[in-house]
Structure formats: structure tokens, C-alpha cells
T-cell receptor, first 116, second 116 residues
């Protein structure tokens, strides 16, 4: 099965707190890609990061950081010093090849609310 | 031009109407996608076009009919929809197809469809 689990449905933090969003995936493939997207209330999905299965190096981009651990099939996302503008739904997704082409399977999303 | 545009932004239609959603990108991407997103749910893949050919059809009812007139345009023709089809319809494009590593998907803002 090609599956993504985001166990946290909703998280609420106060501004400037750090917050980690969990993502656990299942796949039989050795080559796959993992993504994080942000969906603010306006509705548009904003691409945040892509990670391929051969690259376990963690990545930092400003206040965002990602921890990819193949041993635990996890690809967690941390926001440092959260801001109100970070309030959105965050989706983790698994991209993989099927017989017909490729597909992007999304987790159910984590709704993050950052309050002043 | 580095964006995916979708028109209209909002659409209200009756169950007997025929309407079309339009998606356009001028990034030279070779794959385009339609997703359906119900409230508080992740996007679900409907169709994938790769090099203007339909490569994935996720068992979508025939009242949804996709069309890819050229590599920059993607339409979704709607006919005899049901109220449960009300959702946000997202279009996306990606640079590569098949086994290409350029597979990050760029999403449009979506069309919010209401079926009465």
C-alpha cells in the first residue's frame, strides 16, 4: 500500500513556540518522493519541499526544517518560532510510480493554528 | 510566468447545467492534473495528462470529462452533477512525466464549485 498518515488532526500553539508536524508513510517501492504542502485559508496548495528516498539529509529553510528518517518511515516538519501567518493546513504526500503513470497520495492533513 | 491559473474562482450550477473549468500554465510543464478536495479532506486525484494524453483516470464518474487541448491548457467539463460533487477543484502541473525527477506539482488556486 502507498499510504501517508498524519496522526495530528489539529494543533494549536502560541506565537513564537516551536511546533512539529508528524508524517509517517508506507510504501513497497525503493524509489519514491515525499512532499510537504501548505494550504492557507485561501485554498491554494503551496509547495514547501520535496525529498527523494535516496537523500536522507535533513533540510533547513529559514524557520522550517524537515527530518527524514527511512528507518522509521517518517518525514516530520518543524516550524521554529511560529508566526500567525503559519496558520494553515499542512499536507504530507507520497509521490510514486504506478503502472499507469505517477500519483500523489496525500495524508489527511494537520490543521495548525498559531495565536498571538 | 510561474503560476497555474484557474477560472472561474467560484461556480454555482444546477444539476442540469453544463459548465467547464479551465486551467492554464505557461511553464512548459508536460503533465497536468485535476484533483477534487472536499471540505476538511485532502485532495484526491481525478485525472492526469502526460504529454497531452490521459494517463490516469481514477474511476471518476462520466459526468466529469477532462480535455487537454494542448500542453498549456486543461479543461474539466461538467454535466449533470450532483450536490455531493460540490468541492474545491484543483489543477496542478509538473515539469516532468514518467520517470522524470522533475515531478513537483505546482497547484492553481482552485475553483470552488457548488452544485444546487
Amino acid at each position: 500500500a502507498q499510504k501517508v498518515t498524519q496522526a495530528q488532526t489539529e494543533i494549536s500553539v502560541v506565537e513564537k513556540e516551536d511546533v512539529t508536524l508528524d508524517c509517517v508513510y508506507e510504501t513497497r517501492d525503493t524509489t519514491y518522493y515525499l512532499f510537504w504542502y501548505k494550504q492557507p485559508p485561501s485554498g491554494e496548495l503551496v509547495f514547501l519541499i520535496r525529498r527523494n528516498s535516496f537523500d536522507e539529509q535533513n533540510e533547513i529553510s529559514g524557520r522550517y526544517s524537515w527530518n527524514f528518517q527511512k528507518s522509521t518511515s517518517s518525514f516530520n516538519f518543524t516550524i521554529t518560532a511560529s508566526q500567525v501567518v503559519d496558520s494553515a493546513v499542512y499536507f504530507c504526500a507520497l509521490f510514486f510510480l504506478t503502472n499507469s503513470g505517477y500519483a500523489l497520495n496525500f495524508g489527511k492533513g494537520t490543521s495548525l493554528l498559531v495565536t498571538p | 510566468d510561474t503560476e497555474v491559473t484557474q477560472t472561474p474562482k467560484h461556480l454555482v450550477m444546477g444539476m442540469t447545467n453544463k459548465k467547464s473549468l479551465k486551467c492554464e500554465q505557461h511553464m512548459g510543464h508536460r503533465a497536468m492534473y485535476w484533483y477534487k478536495q472536499k471540505a476538511k479532506k485532502p485532495p484526491e486525484l481525478m485525472f492526469v495528462y502526460s504529454y497531452e494524453k490521459l494517463s490516469i483516470n481514477e474511476s471518476v464518474p462520466s459526468r466529469f470529462s477532462p480535455e487537454c487541448p494542448n500542453s498549456s491548457l486543461l479543461n474539466l467539463h461538467l454535466h449533470a452533477l450532483q450536490p455531493e460533487d460540490s468541492a474545491l477543484y484543483l489543477c496542478a502541473s509538473s515539469p516532468g512525466s514518467g520517470t522524470s525527477v522533475n515531478n513537483e506539482q505546482f497547484f492553481g488556486p482552485g475553483t470552488r464549485l457548488t452544485v444546487l
